[in-house]
C-alpha cells in the first residue's frame, strides 16, 4: 500500500495532469510492474522512493550521477557558484575556466562549446560537421541512441520524414557495412556518428574493434567528412579522455553531457581546430546554456574524478560484482549474458526474448532493494562501496530464485 504523497497517490495526481502520466524513457510503464514512479531522496550510492523504501541505485540517474549523490566536493562548488549567480546576461568567468579544463583534458579537443542536454550536443556536432563541409548526409549506426530530437528519435511519432532526410544507417563495428553506406551518399557525406562503445538498448554491449575505429577515421579522411563520437554515455566514466583516445583514434567532433557535472544539467561539444571557424558560425544557443552553477559543478567534478582514480574504482568494483554475478548465475543454473565495460553493466538472460525472466529477476531485486533495469545498461558511481555491491548481490540471489520459478 502507498502512504499518502507516495507513489500510487502521486501517480494518480500525475495522470490527470501529464499526458501518460510521464514522458519518455523515464515512464515505468516502459518496465515491469513494480518499479516506483516517484523519488523523494538520494545519497552517495542510494535512491529512496516515494513510498520511502531505499535501494542501492544501479541506474544512477541513467548515468548522470558518476561521483554520487551529493558528492561534498561538487555540492560546495554549486554553493559556492549559486552564491555568485547563475543564469546571468552572459556567462561567468567558470565558463572559460571549463572550456579550458576539457581542452586540456580530452586529446582531440582544440576548443569547446557547452549546451544542457546530450541530444544538444549530439545536433551541434551533425549541425556544425554540416557547416563545415557543406554537405548533408550523416551516417548512423542502426540502433544507435543519439537523443530524442526529430532527426534521432527512436520513436518517430510526430516527426516527418523530412526530419530524417540525408540519413544513412550502418551497422556498429562493421567497416564493410560503412563503407557500403558511405558508397551510397556519393559525396554528400557531411559526418559519421558513432558511440563511445556499442551500448544499444536490449542487445548486447560490444566495445568498438580496432579495425573498425581505425577504417572509419581512415574513410572520414579520404571522404572529407567529419568523424563525430558520441561519447554522452560513456564519457569520462571510463576514462580520462575521450573513449577511443584507448584506441588511438581521434574523432574530430564529440558530444558529452550524463557524468560530466555529477548530475547538474550540462552537456558539451569538443573540436578540433579544423571546425573551429564552422563552430563559430553555427548559431546555437539556449536560456540556460550559460547557467555557471553547473559549469561550476563540472568543474569539480573533473577534478574529483582525478583525485579518486575514478575508472579504475569503477573498474575494480565492477569487476567484483560481474565475478559475484557469474557465480550466481551458474550455482542458479541460469545463462546470464554481461556484456560492456564492468561499470556499465547490461544484463540479459538466456531465452528471454519477451524479457519475461529479465523482469522477473528486476521485480525480486526491487523488493530486496537493488534498483536495476531489465534491459538497459547500468551505472557504477564512485559513492557504490563492496558493502553495496555486497547487497546487489544478495538481491540478485533473490532475482535468480524468481527467474528459475519463471
Ligand atoms: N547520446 C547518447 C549516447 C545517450 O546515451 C543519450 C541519452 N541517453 C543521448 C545522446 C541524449 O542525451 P539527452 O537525453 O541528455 O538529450
Known amino acids: 500500500m502507498s502512504p499518502p504523497g507516495g507513489d500510487a497517490a502521486l501517480r494518480a495526481r500525475a495522470a490527470r495532469v501529464v499526458p501518460g502520466g510521464m514522458w519518455g524513457h523515464l515512464d515505468t510503464r516502459r518496465l515491469p510492474a513494480g518499479y516506483p514512479q516517484f523519488f523523494t531522496r538520494a545519497e552517495g550510492g542510494h535512491i529512496w522512493d516515494a513510498n520511502g523504501q531505499r535501494y542501492v541505485d544501479l541506474m544512477c540517474s541513467w548515468g548522470p550521477i558518476v561521483l554520487g549523490h551529493h558528492n ?13 549567480g547563475d543564469c546571468l546576461n552572459g556567462p561567468a568567468p567558470v565558463m572559460v575556466e571549463l572550456c579550458e579544463t576539457l581542452v586540456e583534458r580530452v586529446a582531440h579537443a582544440d576548443w569547446a562549446m557547452l549546451q544542457k542536454n546530450g541530444g544538444d550536443a549530439t545536433t551541434a556536432c551533425v549541425t556544425i560537421a554540416r557547416a563545415a563541409t557543406g554537405r548533408n548526409t550523416v551516417l548512423i549506426a542502426q540502433g544507435s541512441y543519439h537523443g530524442a530530437l526529430p532527426w534521432c528519435t527512436p520513436v518517430p511519432a510526430g516527426t516527418t520524414a523530412e526530419d530524417r532526410a540525408n540519413q544513412g544507417r550502418f551497422i556498429y563495428n562493421d567497416l564493410a557495412s560503412l563503407q557500403a553506406a558511405a558508397d551510397a551518399t556519393g559525396s ?3 559526418a559519421v556518428i558513432i558511440t563511445g562503445f556499442r551500448h544499444d538498448n536490449v542487445v548486447d554491449q560490444e566495445m568498438p574493434s580496432l579495425a573498425f575505429a581505425q577504417g572509419a577515421r581512415a574513410l572520414c579522411d579520404r571522404l572529407g567528412a567529419a568523424l563525430i563520437i ?9 576514462h580520462r579522455g575521450c573513449s577511443w583516445e584507448r584506441l588511438g583514434v581521434q574523432p574530430d567532433l564529440s558530444a558529452w553531457s550524463k557524468a560530466i557535472a555529477n548530475g547538474h544539467p550540462l552537456a558539451a561539444v569538443l573540436g578540433r581546430d579544423s571546425l ?6 553555427v548559431f546555437i544557443t539556449g536560456s540556460f546554456w550559460c547557467g555557471a552553477v553547473p559549469m561550476a559543478a563540472a568543474v569539480a567534478t573533473l577534478a574529483e574524478m582525478d583525485r579518486i582514480g575514478l575508472p579504475d574504482y569503477l573498474e575494480e568494483l565492477g569487476s567484483y560484482l560481474r565475478a559475484g554475478m557469474a557465480n550466481l548465475a551458474q550455482r542458479h543454473g541460469v545463462g546470464l549474458r554481461q556484456s560492456g565495460p564492468v561499470a556499465m553493466p547490461l544484463w540479459l538472460f538466456d531465452d528471454d526474448p519477451g524479457f519475461e525472466k529479465g523482469g522477473a529477476f528486476c521485480r525480486a531485486t526491487l523488493e530486496h532493494g537493488a534498483y536495476l533495469h531489465p534491459r538497459h545498461n547500468m551505472f557504477l558511481n564512485a559513492a557504490h562501496t563492496q558493502v553495496d555491491m555486497d547487497a546487489v548481490l544478495a538481491a540478485a540471489e533473490a532475482g535468480f530464485r524468481a527467474v528459475g520459478a519463471a
Open 72 to 84: 561534498p566536493v561538487v555540492d560546495a562548488a554549486v554553493a559556492r557558484q549559486t552564491a555568485l
Open 188 to 190: 554528400d557525406l557531411a
Open 230 to 238: 558520441d561519447d554522452v554515455r560513456a564519457g569520462f566514466r571510463l
Open 276 to 281: 573551429r571557424e564552422a563552430a563559430a558560425r
